[in-house]
């Protein structure tokens, strides 16, 4: 079956640190990619999506890329502000037929320092 | 347009009651999902309608689960006779095509 893995956490940085979150998968076919970002007290929002392979996903300066060849979907930031401390999700897709359940990750936490 | 609301947020129950939970998807999207998620996890899918069709359940929905999309519009989820391990924050997400999922605030339950 499909599964997604993270690296382990949490992760403390200093404002304005390169940001990298590991994430690597294992799946059937051709998954959709997801980063879902929860920041404390609110619930799951998509930051940023890669449908097929050597596709970009950006937003709020984040960005990953969907590798085929080594299964994975690492999110990076090149400055990271203490607005961004919130849980990080990667989660795929399988994306076939009408069902596209999703398959997330343990996620982990962010912590920025001023 | 809203977003994905979900009701109740907080349900404190205890052991052996029955809980039902509600979601309003965003308007006109068709798809609805609900997923558990426990601490330190990620969401774990649980179920999936496609209009009021539901069309997967995983396995660990178990009997004292069960849900319902009348109409296709909002859904409620119903856990029977609740135990200490159904404890969660239960999540709601909607979708119209593809496979971009919102997802609501969802309802966190304590069973006591």
């Known amino acids: 079956g499909n599964s997604v893995t993270q690296m382990e956490g949490p992760v403390t940085l200093s404002e304005e640190a390169f940001l990298t979150i590991n994430c690597t998968y294992t799946a059937t076919g051709y998954p959709s990619l997801f980063w879902y970002v929860q920041y404390p007290g609110e619930g799951l929002q998509l930051l940023l999506k890669?449908?097929?392979?050597?596709d970009k996903g950006s937003n709020k300066g984040f960005e990953a890329t969907y590798r085929k060849e080594t299964t994975s979907f690492h999110l990076e930031k090149g400055s990271v502000q203490v607005s961004d401390s919130a849980v990080y999700f990667c989660a795929l897709s399988d994306g076939t037929g009408a069902n596209s359940k999703l398959t997330f990750g343990k996620g982990i936490t962010l912590s920025v320092r001023p | 347009d809203t977003g994905v609301s979900q009701d109740p947020r907080h349900k404190i129950t205890k052991r052996g009651q029955n809980v039902t939970f509600r979601c309003d998807p965003i308007s006109e999207h068709n798809r609805l999902y609900w997923y558990r998620q426990t601490l330190g996890q990620g969401p774990e899918f649980l179920t999936y309608f496609q209009n009021e069709a539901q069309l997967e359940k995983s396995r660990l929905l178990s009997d004292r689960f069960s849900a319902e999309r009348p109409k296709g519009s909002f859904s409620t989820l119903e856990i029977q006779r609740t135990e200490q391990g159904d404890s969660a924050m239960y999540l709601c997400?909607?979708?119209?095509?593809?496979?971009?999922?919102?997802f609501g605030p969802g309802t966190r339950l304590t069973v006591t």
């Open positions: 997400a909607s979708s119209f095509t593809g496979n971009e999922q919102y």
């Open positions: 890669a449908t097929k392979a050597d």
